[in-house]
């Protein structure tokens, strides 16, 4: 950890402060991320939009990581990581409010750009934030303590779908496909107008937080730190470091990777909403659906406990990861292979098929990749940490090309089903478009097991 220099005095480097204020900044983080589970069902609805077209919610908010991930390595070197976490937190107000005027005019375009701009901040932020996580104690516990800072993450995951549903999208119910194709036209257009405004209120709050935790960090005592101390890489132009970082093995297939793990991520937290809908989980206001982004960011703060618990006293980063890739092979084959027409009840909730319960389970195999990822790919990177981090920023691209893959997956496999006669619930698009994410795992086993060592091309 010598290359580490931290540009205040000793006793503001400890890493007491800027956890709180990392693990605070990410339970909101989480809420923001986290909420596209259940507007991707909603937005189906409300903007009248096939399966297909409703996965463009999580497309264009994490398309901004890939457009963002170097540009937010730039503005990093002319601001410094304090305030682009602060300048994050900014653009994400701007993504928030801007709900407002794409409610009232109920213009799916107005929203994804919303999104997008959300996605930007997030990627700014995260570039900034993730190298703080790593550098602020030993290398050997970053995983620990991003795994502190995943809790955080994932029990907003928890709370975003359970809150907006219950204050905002309680009555979704009464909006069915069924009941809005009997409706005049001017019926269901006021019907889903009145839907879609039921968003401004929550967006127009969560801009008001953002704004005032981006003042809140700038004048914090969150520690400035510099990763380059000799200076040798901050002189060099954006296109060399990039290709100078890419000469580093370990960095370029922890971008693969990272940009795999996020495709299963997403995919188990977003998807499962729909998935739900598909198998008639609708429970006694049927909306129950939309909360089972819940139970995939219940696995996920189960899964980073362990992490926090096990790493590194009992189990290392690397056979953490190696566990994941493992159980989600698993966990793949068995969402495929079993009917979902095999249900389970559980205290307090509806009937659930059981494959609903094997996809919210993916979130245990995904919880400990990222923090493991992570400090693996940014290993003796030296100076060139803050343009890895954006490269590998740019691998959450994951979360938005495979989402959308999903979709017309699903939508082809069930359109032949419905054409042929077999739109029963057995075997759907829904549930055999999760077999693309067998890849993810693979590469995930491969890096934990070998890729992670190489040096040398």
């Known amino acids: 950890m010598s290359e580490i220099d931290f540009t205040l005095k000793k006793e503001q480097s400890s890493t007491l402060i800027p956890m709180l204020i990392l693990t605070s900044l990410f339970f909101i983080l989480g809420f923001v991320t986290w909420l596209n589970g259940p507007l991707i069902p909603f937005f189906k609805l409300a903007c009248e939009l096939t399966e297909s077209q409703s996965y463009f919610v999580t497309f264009s908010f994490y398309i901004a990581y890939f457009v963002m991930g170097v540009p937010s390595s730039w503005v990093i070197g002319k601001v410094g990581y304090k305030s682009s976490i602060s300048l994050g937190l900014q653009i994400i107000a701007l993504g928030a409010f801007m709900f407002y005027p794409a409610a009232e005019s109920r213009t799916f375009l107005l929203f994804l750009i919303a999104l997008f701009v959300m996605g930007t901040g997030l ?30 993450n994932k029990l907003a995951g928890f709370m975003a779908p359970l809150l907006l549903t219950e204050l905002v999208l309680s009555n979704i119910g009464y909006y069915s496909a069924d009941k809005i194709a009997v409706m005049t036209s001017f019926q269901r257009e006021r019907a889903l107008d009145y839907l879609a405004l039921q968003l401004q209120t929550p967006y127009v709050y969560m801009a008001g937080i953002m704004f005032v935790l981006a003042i809140f960090i700038k004048f914090s005592s969150l520690p400035e730190i510099n990763l380059d101390n000799d200076g040798h890489v901050e002189h060099l132009s954006i296109i060399k470091q990039i290709k100078n970082a890419l000469r580093r093995p370990q960095l370029v297939l922890g971008v693969i990777t990272l940009m795999l793990y996020l495709a299963a991520e997403v995919l188990a937290g977003d998807s499962i909403g729909g998935f739900g809908k598909q198998l008639r989980v609708y429970g006694d206001e049927g909306n129950f659906y939309l909360k089972l982004t819940s139970f995939t960011m219940s696995a996920m703060v189960v899964g980073y406990i ?146 992670h060592k190489y040096r040398k091309w």
Not at 124 to 136: D, E, K, M, R
Not at 351 to 371: D, H, Q, R, Y
Not at 372 to 398: H, N, V
């Open 123 to 152: 990627a700014i932020l995260q570039t900034a934030s993730n190298p703080y996580v790593v550098v602020i104690g030993p290398r050997e516990n970053a995983a620990a303590r991003i795994s502190v800072l995943g809790i955080a």
């Open 306 to 451: 362990l992490g926090i618990t096990l790493i590194p006293k009992y189990l290392s980063q690397v056979t953490a990861l190696k566990g994941s890739g493992i159980l989600g092979i698993i966990l793949v084959l068995a969402i495929v292979i079993i009917s979902p027409k095999l249900m389970i009840q559980l205290p307090g909730i509806p009937n659930l098929p059981i494959v609903i319960l094997l996809v919210a389970l993916l979130g245990l195999a995904n919880a400990l990749c990222w923090p493991a990822i992570w400090p693996m790919a940014l290993e003796d990177l030296g100076g060139y940490t803050k343009i890895g981090s954006a490269i590998l920023i740019m691998g959450i691209i994951g979360g938005a090309i495979f989402p959308l893959l999903y979709g017309l997956i699903t939508e082809t496999i069930n359109t032949s089903n419905i054409a042929v006669g077999t739109q029963d619930i057995s075997r759907s698009g829904n549930q055999l478009a999760y077999l693309m994410l067998l890849p993810s795992y693979i590469m995930i086993l491969f890096y934990a097991v070998k890729g």
